[in-house]
């Protein structure tokens, strides 16, 4: 049983004690999806940004799941490198999952695979720094295994499956740009 499955709850309450954070978050990834278009949460967890966005959201957690369904999200047990679909979006978002996933590019790739022509993927992330490095010390046992990744090497794992980066947002959560979301469109 992974982590996320055990402690679903200490996940998904991290959000109620930390709500400024989790209003910029949602923030920024408002400010670049367009809900109204068919969009694939790809790890979603506990549902608090596919809920907000009109997304579908497919997760490896089952009792993540649970939780998304509560929150009015169609769900389905999945995994990021073998989707369930067939080029049938316009968005997929990877929000907070990159660091988690054990072949970040295979992902992307599937992303790739399961939107319309020229389909866009965003990836909402902390880039390595000060804040990761702070995650990282914290213990928590969500971060105890994650992989961090700067700017640019999302910029070049996008690049390697296929899409072009298109813009990069930022925000300041505790310090300067500790929080990207990278956007990149499907190339032909």
């Not at 499955?5 to 109620?16: M, P, Q, R």
């Not at 679909?85 to 929000?95: A, M």
């Not at 990761?132 to 961090?148: E, I, M, V």
């Amino acid at each position: 049983m992974s982590v996320f499955d055990e402690l679903w709850d200490k996940y998904d309450s991290w959000y109620e004690k930390n709500k400024d954070i989790y209003r910029k978050e949602l923030s920024l990834i408002l400010s670049a999806v367009d809900s109204s278009k068919k969009c694939l949460e790809v790890g979603v967890g506990t549902g608090r940004f596919a809920c907000k966005i009109n997304a579908i959201g497919v997760d490896v957690s089952l009792n993540m799941l649970k939780i998304a369904r509560k929150r009015g999200v169609d769900v389905i047990l999945a995994d990021a490198s073998y989707l369930p679909f067939i080029q049938c979006f316009d968005f997929v978002l990877f929000i907070f999952t990159l660091c988690f996933l054990k072949n970040p590019e295979k992902a992307l790739k599937e992303a790739r695979r399961v939107l319309i022509d020229y389909g866009k993927v965003l990836i909402c992330f902390i880039p390595k720094g000060k804040l990761t490095d702070d995650y990282k010390k914290s213990g928590s046992p969500f971060y105890k295994n994650a992989k961090f990744y700067s700017v640019e090497e999302v910029r070049e794992m996008l690049k390697n499956a296929g899409f072009k980066v298109e813009k990069i947002y930022y925000e300041n959560l505790r310090y300067e740009r500790d929080l990207a979301l990278v956007e990149g469109k499907k190339l032909p």
